[in-house]
């Protein structure tokens, strides 16, 4: 009985908490909707609700942002609204920083989380998975051998982290996807494989009986 339980629990739960994620992404992607004039919104000539007209009106405006930024009347307006936002003092900050770490990860010649890395942390008889990151040229300088800059994520949430600079001698470059590091961080290093197949958890669990 316990047995065919927690199979089913294995079955649903991925799908149930998947499903939840992309209604939360979806209901707040439709918000954008607001935005529009009430006699333009689709429930106004449709007569009823569309869920996702909000994702396609979203990824609509992003495209046409950076079709727009892509000229050089466009780029002197995003240059306006940027200068405007960086006089305002608290905004200026968070601003700032946000902006430096989407144009580093979304950059199309970004370097950023481009390789994964075996360091010692926390102490030297252990390893711990690492993303190359951009060293900083002054702090290159300063540095006698050859350094990388490397960001440590924290189980399971590779948001938060830690930011060091080791010595490149001193790591090891795995043959592994950024994808597949993060999946391993995310699942705390159950998902070593790409995860169980739903066909594999009765052989798997039949060996428990």
């Known amino acids: 009985m ?5 199979t089913g629990l294995l079955i649903w739960v991925p799908l149930v908490i998947t499903l939840w994620v992309l209604d ?4 707040t992607m439709d918000q954008s909707l607001q935005l529009l004039p009430e006699n333009w919104l689709p429930q106004a000539w449709l007569g009823f609700r569309v869920p996702g007209m909000g994702v396609i009106l979203t990824l609509v405006v992003i495209f046409v942002t950076g079709l727009a930024a892509a000229n050089i009347i466009g780029q002197r307006l995003v240059d306006f609204w940027e200068g405007f936002l960086l006089r305002i003092p608290v905004v200026k ?3 700032n920083s946000v902006k430096q770490v989407s144009d580093t990860l979304l950059a199309s010649d970004s370097h950023a989380f481009r390789k994964v890395l075996l ?3 926390p102490h030297p008889e252990a390893w711990s998975i690492a993303f190359q990151t951009k060293l900083p040229e002054t702090a290159s300088r300063m540095l006698a051998d050859e350094h990388v800059a490397v960001f440590i ?3 399971p949430s590779p948001v938060n982290g830690f930011y060091f600079f080791v010595k490149k001698s001193e790591t090891i470059e795995l043959d592994m996807s950024v994808d597949m590091a993060l999946k391993i961080i995310v699942s705390m290093g159950v998902a070593t494989d790409g995860g169980a197949k739903p066909d594999k958890l009765r052989s798997r669990f039949a060996g428990n009986q």
């Open 2 to 6: 316990k047995r065919y339980f927690i």
């Open 24 to 27: 939360l992404l979806i209901g």
């Open 93 to 95: 900050t968070i601003y």
């Open 119 to 121: 360091v010692r942390y």
């Open 153 to 155: 994520p924290t189980a």
